[in-house]
């Protein structure tokens, strides 16, 4: 694990966009000892879209901290390491507006992070987020309105167990920038609240990608919105993959 220090602040903004996605398809993207975490015989995939704010190591006045926009392509999965079941995210692509986060990210916080351009504008319940990263990988764009409640071709049947889902894979899982053990952070939350979204867009270079998702495989299910979230990240144990047999 790396000498990753203990960091507070505040998730002013997370959302979440969930796709449902043919665990076939997930696990050819997965490495080991990963496999897709399914809902009704479905894999849930996604883009995490969030603003950090007053984030600091632990002890440091939240006056003192820094504030970013990112995002975070997610694949909710499940492993087992000696003899028990664990769950998280793996996180195959990072992309953050600051500078600070793209070099720290590998090196001292765990994750690799691509430069982007974000563009943002929030009213109290409408949101638009767009990215576009300086490599010309990932291009993304949400658009959406508080809603009442999850779509109906959901696999979730209410809000309460989607983010029961959501809340149980706090640690994330990332490639390292040179390869080797896969790099682990955990988010604890102090307060968890999530919402429904309607979503009126959304583009993904990721998800819209054919090559990956053949059509069919792939389809959108739910978002989700988190404000206001005191929270602290720490450093997970480093995991090796495991040689395919």
Not at 32 to 38: C, E, G, I, T, V
Not at 75 to 99: F, K, N
């Amino acid at each position: 694990m790396m000498l990753f220090p203990a960091m507070r602040g505040v998730i002013d903004r997370r959302i979440l966009v969930n796709y449902r996605v043919d665990p076939d398809v997930l696990a050819a993207i997965l490495p080991s000892p990963f496999r897709p975490k399914l809902v009704q015989g479905s894999g849930i995939a996604g883009i995490c879209l969030i603003r950090l704010a007053h984030l600091r190591p632990r002890g440091i006045p939240a006056f003192l901290g820094v504030s970013s926009e990112n995002a975070a392509h997610r694949i909710a999965v499940e492993w087992d390491e000696q003899g028990q079941r664990h769950e998280g995210v793996y996180i195959p692509r990072r992309d953050t507006a600051s500078r600070l986060n793209t070099w720290l990210g590998g090196r001292i916080v765990p994750g690799f992070h691509q430069h982007a351009h974000f563009r943002v504008a929030e009213q109290a319940k409408h949101f638009f987020v767009a990215l576009d990263s300086d490599d010309q990988r990932t291009h993304v764009v949400v658009e959406a309105d508080i809603a009442e409640a999850l779509p109906s071709t959901s696999v979730f049947k209410t809000v309460a167990e989607a983010s029961a889902f959501f809340e149980h894979g706090s640690i994330g899982y990332s490639p390292a920038q040179s390869g080797g053990p896969l790099q682990g952070i955990r988010l604890h939350a102090f307060n968890w609240e999530v919402v429904p979204l309607a979503i009126q867009q959304v583009e993904s270079s990721f998800f819209d990608n054919p090559k990956q998702f053949p059509p069919g495989t792939c389809t959108f299910d739910c978002a989700l919105l988190m404000r206001g979230i005191e929270h602290a990240w720490y450093g997970a144990q480093a995991l090796r993959p495991v040689p395919a047999l």
